[in-house]
């Protein structure tokens, strides 16, 4: 049988519920009590947040899509590109907030990725959507960064299931 948190059989879960609690010090409480790790700061897109004075390398996300997308490839992850960029034509065929990148291997190991330029931030669609795909237990990092991108590809191998 696998570690419990709490009443919480699995870490995705007991995420969710830290997620509803605002106050930064009683959610930080409830996770040693739970017996949980340290947060990842991938799991916050403000945690990874990059302001738009500094630079990832790349002058617009498609670059950096790109990039993240041969890396991952590199390592033998598999990648199920959405729309990319921001400044998209035509019509829209993923929901509202979809993230830009699927990402998996075997065996059965899948993430998501949203990949954000300098100065940027989800938004409130996005948001929400990260937050059904964590309840249905899916990992989702918001990345800056080719090196945020790659920490959670490595999270996730090293991850219980």
Sequence with gaps: ??????????VADAEVYLGKIRDPDRRAQTRRELGLPDASPSRDPDAN????????????EAEFQAAVVKE?????WHVQESLKGSER?????????WPDL???????????????????????????CHARLRESGYRVTVA???DQALRAAQEELTCET
């Design 144 to 146: 800056y960064t080719l």
């Design 1 to 10: 049988m696998g570690m419990r948190y709490g009443p919480f059989s699995s």
């Design 49 to 60: 947040y990059l302001p738009a004075s500094q630079s990832n390398g790349y002058s617009v």
């Design 89 to 97: 034509g035509g019509e829209v065929w993923y929901g509202k907030g």
């Design 102 to 128: 699927q990402v998996y291997r075997a065996p059965r190991r899948t993430f998501y990725l949203e990949l954000k330029q300098p100065g940027k931030k989800p938004s409130q669609a996005q948001l929400d």
């Design 72 to 76: 991952l490839a590199a390592f033998g």
